[in-house]
Structures are given as C-alpha cells and as structure tokens.
C-alpha cells in the first residue's frame, strides 16, 4: 500500500485459510459494534472526569461509517464526473463499473469521501494511495483490502454494510445472479459500488477509450498531464451514450473537462 494514512486489512500467511479476509471484515464490524456499546457505557457513567480518547484504529473509523450511513441518499460528486453523467448525480445504492482509468475511478471517490465519506477499495493491490489523496480522496477514511481472492463478493457484501462507497475489481465475470443480490444490499444500506470492469446492471458503464499524455520531451521527461476520451453509457433516461473529454488529470492536478488538442512530439498517445 502506498501511504500511512489509509486503513488495510493484514495481509494473510499462505498457509491459512481462503476465508481469512472475510472472518477479517466480519471481525472488523464486530470489533466496531462492541467498541460502540462500550463507548456508550462509558458515557453513561461519566460523571465528572473527561474521557480520553484512544487511538483511531480501523475498528473505530469503521464504527463512524456505521453511524453516519444512510440510505436513499444523492452522494456528492466532482463537478467533472457530473459532467460525465449528463447532470446526474451519483446515487447511493447503485452500482458504475469503470473500465480504463483507475484515476477514473479515484475522482468518482473523491466527491463523497470529500465530503465524508468512508470508502473502501477491494481486490487492487497497486492502489495507489497517495495518488487518490491528490485527487481528493480522504486517507483517514480509506479502508483496503488488497487481496480477497475468491471470497471477494462476501467481503464486498460485508463492507457495503459500513462504508458508503467501496470499489472492487472482481476476479473473473459477475454473474447476473452475484450481481443481484450485492444490488440488494447496496440499497437497503445507500451504498455506492465502483466496479472495475464490466458489470450486469450497473446503472452507468464509464470507458476511457483513448487518451494523449503530456511531458514526455526528446526522450526525457516526466508524464505530467493526460487528455482522455471517455465513452458514457447507461440504462437511465439522464445517462445517454456519448463521449467526453476529460483532463485526467488538468496541468493543475485537478480533473476537468477538456477540449481535445492535436498530437505533436511532446505527447504519448495510449488506448484501453
């Protein structure tokens, strides 16, 4: 994992078993429920002492998750990634798969977790950490879970029922059966579900389809800045198909909509 901010699950010996990562999620919220049943006791027989509090472990931010979830909710968005959607907002309870950009995917974050959010990314052990934190994702309010291995979906299910929204890049191919009954439980808990790849149903299908990089000189120089088409397609009347230009990311670091600009010798162009 990159960065000491985020919160990640502990990697599991070879020799244990496939469930592990799924008892750790599930001991993770349980964790979570008795600290708040203690934390509730203590209140209740303070009197005149004031409390101290301990350190923020992943059990703690996962409680606060669990307090602040709501369901039926509009999550606030980029203006960039409304942009994507026609005007639409992003909406708890819903699932977007996202093909081609993992900083796509980190400005679809960055909006809800801005403002709160708890987010949790599953099954992408390069993550990069602080490259979400640039984008505007809150680290204090990021939960990892690098490597699920087949028990992906359950952990995907246990965490939906704490954050708001998690990413997962799935395996092998969804099937519409999985997806339905992980459809259910994002909308009993007005959970966001971020897919990394195809996805049935998913109420909006982002691709980047080609994208021009900026920096690379004679040979030398850093990639600093990025030009992406991005193809939109969706179920919902306000997400029709079409296509976008997007700086992903701006010179300024900030993603934005870009109007597109003719290849010369200090681009790189890339496709997929």
Do not use: N
């Not at 709160?116 to 680290?139: I, K, Q, T, Y």
């Amino acid at each position: 994992m990159t960065g000491t901010s985020a919160t990640e699950l502990p990697a599991r010996p070879a020799e244990r078993s496939r469930v592990t990562a799924l008892d750790q999620a599930r001991t993770l919220l349980a964790r979570a429920q008795e600290q708040k049943a203690a934390r509730l006791r203590q209140a209740t027989d303070e009197t005149v002492m004031p409390t101290v509090l301990a350190p923020r472990t992943t059990e703690t931010r996962v409680q606060q998750a669990l307090d602040t979830a709501t369901v039926d909710r509009e999550l606030p968005t980029l203006p960039a990634i409304s942009g994507l959607l026609s005007g639409a907002v992003l909406r708890g309870g819903s699932v977007y798969s996202v093909r081609g950009s993992t900083s796509l995917v980190m400005a679809m974050m960055a909006g809800p977790s801005a403002e709160g959010a708890w987010c949790g990314v599953v099954g992408m052990p390069s993550f990069g950490a602080e490259a979400a934190r640039s984008l505007g994702v809150d680290l204090d309010r990021l939960v990892l879970v690098p490597d699920p291995e087949r028990d992906w979906l359950s952990v995907v299910a246990a965490l939906v029922d704490a954050l708001t929204v998690v990413v997962v890049r799935p395996p092998g191919e969804v099937t519409p059966g999985e997806a339905s009954r992980l459809s259910a439980r994002l909308r009993t808990r007005g959970a966001m579900l971020i897919a990394v790849g195809s996805w049935p149903g998913s109420e909006a299908r982002l691709e980047v389809q080609s994208s021009t990089w900026t920096g690379l000189g004679a040979g030398e120089g850093l990639l600093t800045t990025r030009q992406a088409t991005v193809a939109v397609t969706g179920r919902g009347a306000a997400v029709r198909p079409q296509q976008h230009h997007l700086w992903l990311p701006a010179p300024d670091g900030t993603i934005r909509p870009a109007h597109p600009t003719a290849p010369s010798l200090t681009h790189w162009e890339a496709t997929g």
